[in-house]
């Protein structure tokens, strides 16, 4: 045994008695917070699509997708494959987009010289979605390639030869979920770039405006439209009210246009205060449009918006053991469980909400109601800081849900590239058929996704490494997305 070991190791028993003693015990430093920060982005190189440009960090990683949308005459390359496999879905990746820009508008002030990697995140996507609502006039492009073909390869998005098949919404066949979902996220990242690039925030938000009253105008929900390539994959399971509602919000939240106001306060009876699932997700927008919207109520002193403070109180107690209206399920190591696929993305939603809640309360020092007792600020930020750090190790199986972060980390990700061997470290080709026989190996990813959260335990705390339970092993882009805006919140605040 060394010193430097023999001094660590008294150090951490001196922890873990502290620990025992008091209740200020703090698993991460700011370091750390920031390190998962850090990779928390850089996943996002990892899911790129198109040519790569020269500051590319995740180098195993090549072009793909180059002439994505051009058997269409439309320019639809670049953008983001949503998790392990190589389609391009427009609803995922708008959400993305608008959850990756919350998490700036909220918290970019707390994350320092990450900021411009997370603005460069959000350009990915935003730029992309641009394409995908500017080509065609009256149309919206909402996604690259047929998933059951794409799914029937195991290939790197680099190699990849499966249809690259173009999807659209249009007028005759409207996709108001998708669409609006599209305005949510050209409005939001129109705000990420306000001060730092104005014409192109402009653009951002005209485009927005474009695409909400497409939306709203030609009605009806992409999951009719579009039924064999978006169900089940993206199916729009909520509808497209929640949709139109988010787009809208975020719209005025933009451009704090009086038309979007007066939208809102017609149309916000749609969204009832107790109708939710509460879960915040691709699909269901309602959990996030309340929070959303009663900041104007903390702020401004909307009254209109006093029921969206109530609405938020009953979503915001229900996560919160112990309060009369608590309706959430926990696992017996603490952690939020809506359901056995990519659980951690309603954790990392609920997370963002929480935390963005509790900085809304706190612009008047106001404080949640939950049936006969009242919720502090501080409280929501515990309850988020308590799953921030269970997805980074904190937790029963001593694992971190993050690729990359800690001493264990799933080492078998459900995801094509990462998966199969790098084009750097294997150029030839490896078809269709022979990517199966890596999907199937025990061995480890040979290259890693840093940063990226899997799909996460079960209700039980428990997780199987295992490339095939696609359940637990996938990431996703909008596990991620939510996630940046907590945990930058935790690198400056780590207490
Ligand atoms: C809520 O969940 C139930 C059961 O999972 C489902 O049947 C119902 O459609 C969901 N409601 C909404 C509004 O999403
Ligand atoms: C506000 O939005 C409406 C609807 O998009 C638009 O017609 C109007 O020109 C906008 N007003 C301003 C001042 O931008």
């Not at 427009?90 to 411009?116: H, K, R, Y």
């Not at 509808?239 to 306060?265: C, F, M, P, V």
């Not at 109708?275 to 009254?303: A, C, H, I, M, Q």
């Not at 799953?387 to 990359?404: E, F, H, R």
Request: glycine share 8%.
């Amino acid at each position: 045994m060394t010193t430097s070991f023999k001094f660590s190791f008294t150090i951490e028993i001196l922890c873990l008695a502290l620990c025992s003693l008091t209740l200020s015990c703090h698993a991460f430093t700011s370091m750390d917070y920031s390190t998962a920060l850090e990779k928390s982005i850089l996943f996002f190189e990892g899911q790129r699509s198109g040519k790569l440009p020269p500051d590319q960090r995740l180098t195993w990683r090549g072009d793909s997708g180059l002439s994505d949308g051009s058997s269409y005459h439309v320019d639809l390359t670049g953008g983001y494959y949503d998790a392990g496999d190589n389609v391009k879905f427009g609803l995922p990746m708008a959400f993305t987009t608008t959850l990756l820009a919350w998490s700036v508008i909220e918290f970019g002030d707390e994350m320092g010289s990450q900021i411009e990697h997370a603005r460069a995140a959000i350009r990915w996507g935003s730029d992309y979605l641009l394409k995908a609502a500017t080509a065609t006039p009256g149309t919206l492009y909402v996604q690259v390639a047929d998933p059951n073909m794409d799914h029937k390869c195991w290939e790197r998005p680099e190699d990849m030869d499966t249809p690259r098949n173009v999807y659209k919404v249009s007028t005759q066949s409207p996709g108001s979920d998708v669409a609006a979902e599209t305005a949510a996220a050209l409005a939001a990242a129109s705000i990420v770039f306000k001060n730092s690039d104005p014409s192109y925030s402009r653009k951002l938000l005209q485009t927005a405006m474009k695409v909400f009253d497409f939306a709203d105008r030609y009605r009806g929900s992409y999951s009719d439209s579009l039924n064999s390539v978006v169900c089940p994959f993206y199916c729009s399971y909520s509808g497209y009210q929640d949709e139109l509602l988010w787009g809208a919000s975020w719209i005025h939240r933009a451009s704090q246009n009086t038309s979007y106001l007066d939208y809102i306060k017609s149309n916000g009876h749609t969204m009832g205060a107790y109708d939710d699932n509460y879960s915040f997700s691709w699909d269901d927008k309602r959990p996030g449009t309340k929070v959303l919207l009663s900041k104007d109520f903390f702020e401004k002193k909307t009254l209109e918006f006093q029921p969206y403070k109530s609405h938020s109180d009953n979503y915001i107690c229900s996560l919160i053991p112990g309060t009369s209206s608590f309706q959430a399920q926990y696992t017996p190591g603490g952690l939020l469980y809506k359901g056995s696929a990519s659980n951690l993305q309603y954790v990392t939603s609920s997370a963002l909400l929480l935390l963005t809640y509790a900085k809304y309360l706190n612009l008047n020092g106001g404080v949640a109601t939950c049936g006969s007792s009242t919720i502090t600020a501080e409280k929501l930020i515990s309850q988020a800081k308590k799953q921030v750090d269970y997805i980074l190790g904190d937790n029963p199986a001593k694992m971190s849900y993050m690729v990359g972060f800690g001493e264990r980390f799933p080492q078998h990700v459900h995801h094509r590239g990462s998966s199969v061997p790098s084009i750097h470290a294997h150029p030839t080709r490896i078809p269709c058929n022979d990517g199966f026989h890596y999907l199937d190996s025990s061995s480890p990813n040979p290259n890693v996704l840093v940063g990226a959260i899997v799909g996460g335990p079960d209700s039980r705390d428990n997780f199987a490494d295992d490339r095939n339970n696609y359940q637990q092993s996938e990431p996703a882009t909008y596990i991620n997305a939510p996630f940046v805006g907590a945990v930058a919140y935790f690198a400056a605040k780590p207490n």
